[in-house]
Nanobody, 119 residues
Framework: QVQLVESGGGLVQAGGSLRLSCVAS????????MGWYRQAPGKQRELVAI???????NYRDSVKGRFTISRDNAKNTVDLQMNSLKPEDTAVYYC?????????????WGQGTQVTVSS
């Protein structure tokens, strides 16, 4: 079982920056992968960035070069640094964690944090 709590959302002007943080209730070194999704009104939830336990990262094309995902195993946190924000980045951002145990992969979700980018 993993509880995830996000923080750091808010309102920012286009071109600005925000840093989202996700704190896990257990050591993240045992978690296979962690990531950030987002969901805008009327749209499907989409993967923004993901980082594996080995540190490999992947980003959706629209955020490459602007967003950076990182993890701190000592603090059990995964952060998403978002720079050069655009109005189309406006969404609720969700942290997720994939835990493999006894050959069963389970995905856990945080409650979400709102990011609003004004033009």
């Amino acid at each position: 079982q993993v509880q995830l709590v996000e923080s750091g959302g808010g309102l920012v002007q286009a071109g600005g920056s925000l840093r989202l943080s996700c704190v896990a209730s257990r050591t993240i070194s045992s978690i296979n992968a962690m990531g950030w999704y987002r969901q805008a009104p009327g749209k499907q939830r989409e993967l923004v960035a993901i980082i594996t336990s080995g540190g490999t990262t992947n980003y959706r094309d629209s955020v490459k070069g602007r967003f950076t995902i990182s993890r701190d195993n000592a603090k059990n946190t995964v952060d998403l640094q978002m720079n050069s924000l655009k109005p189309e980045d406006t969404a609720v951002y969700y942290c997720c964690a994939d835990l493999l145990k006894s050959m069963i992969l389970t995905r856990y979700w945080g409650q979400g944090t709102q990011v609003t980018v004004s033009s």
